[in-house]
């Protein structure tokens, strides 16, 4: 059976928890799109991480964890990845990469960096990570996938064409030093002799674990807002965060996906640029970031200060929708512990005219929250663990979301920890 793990909202939804959570009943868990762009802050007996490429599931014996072909694979991060968790004491993790998975290059980044630079005030808000340029090549078919390691000659045929083709806009574009072939070759051996004892055929991996009845979990990076087709186009990630992605960038059958666990915020954040309905401002924004999340909300890759708003029904609902969410996990809840009041956005007004489905870039341009005001708890909801223990106004605060949201709220997190969550 396979769960996937995703994201209803702009990322940041505290899905690294809730796979932490749910690792434990995991036996392989799948990083399945996405690059070390983004993170998971994790907090264990271990201590606390901020992983970007690694599954959140190394932190147990019995898993197995997978770099998935559809992941933008980084792999000196990775293996820095790797050493600074066994450098806290975690034992080292069974690691498989896939074969068909591509390579995050130098010059991918490079490429990222002065793209942003050219663009300047019009920039997408990129981490420069290299993620839009290594899938642009991937799509354009002049990627380079692990298994091509193993071949140096047709790598090195390959390596002059791709020097050929990028020379021209480094010279002409961004005005930067050329790419040399023999320096590229020296790095692709050298992320040959890393990558090369954790290289596998994952999706036959994943074929005869599943006729073992093993139990896997697609683990999702970002939201369903940032997806490149159904997300905030174009401030969007380069490659698809929807669970149904997880088939592909996993190489299972997408009717072996059978529950959907979509992770939503009980308020909402965004790491950015791009459209934001329900975003406030000022010293009531201030307030919630610095008591949101654990440490405040800053985005665990860029450390910077994330944008705040009220919880959003007409995302979070779409966002459920797209995913195919067979429940909702809602998290930071005690984080709204301290107001009297909650506003929800409930409908987006748009040229007068009130509606509750989510739009197209250009009318979500023009979208003004419409919202519904709900009382507060006031109280400190942290360490309980029994939903009837929580205060009426939280209870009410959570079913609101609920009906909102069309979908079963089965978990709620009450913080940070493996343990802080209240089952339904």
Known sequence: MVTAIVGANWG??????????????????????????????????????????????VFYDHTTSIIGNGVALNIPDLFKEIQG?????????????????????????????????????????STKSGIAPFYSDKYAKTGIQVSELFDEESLREKVVGICEKKNVLLEHLYHKPALQVDEVMETLREYRKMVEPYVCDVSAFLFEALKEGKRVLLEGQLGSLKDPDHGIYPMVTSSSTLAGYGAVGAGVPPYEIKRIVTVVKAYSSAVGAGEFVSEIFGEEADELRRRGGDGGEYGATTGRPRRMGWFDAVASRYGCRIQGATEVALTVLDVLGYLDELPVC????????VTKDFPTTSQLKKAKPVYEVLPGWKSDIRGITEYDKLPENCRKYIEFIEKELGVPVKMVSNGPGRHEIIHR
């Not at 690294?16 to 399945?32: A, H, N, P």
């Not at 409930?346 to 005219?353: A, L, P, Q």
């Open 85 to 125: 968790i066994v450098d806290q004491g975690v034992p080292m993790p069974k690691i498989k990469v896939s074969d068909r998975a591509q390579i995050v290059m130098p010059y991918h980044i490079l490429f990222d960096q002065y793209e942003e630079e050219r663009l300047a005030g019009k920039s997408f808000g």
């Open 12 to 57: 940041d939804e505290g899905k690294g928890k809730i796979t932490d959570m749910l690792g434990e009943e995991s036996d392989i868990i799948v990083r399945f799109q996405g690059g070390s762009n983004a993170g998971h802050t994790i907090v264990n007996d271990y201590g606390k991480f901020a992983l970007h490429i690694l599954p959140s599931g």
């Open 346 to 353: 409930v409908g987006y007004e748009i040229d007068g005219k």
